[in-house]
């Protein structure tokens, strides 16, 4: 009753366009993860410029205090 599909079928074939498609895809991800460890070091060196000014504004705003008194 109708049409059946053909088991016998092979699987597809990869073309070359997904080959290269797959390739443009793992240079992209290559150039990003270059460019993110990157950020990531910029980020961390931000934060401990940061942590050292908060610590030395700490120090400078203490003892302003206590002169104050």
Known sequence: ??????????????KLKSAALAVIAALRMQKLSEGWAENRKIHEQLKQKLASMRRQSGRKAGVGLKTAR
């Open 1 to 14: 009753m109708g049409i059946t599909p053909d088991i016998t079928i092979q699987e597809r074939r990869p």
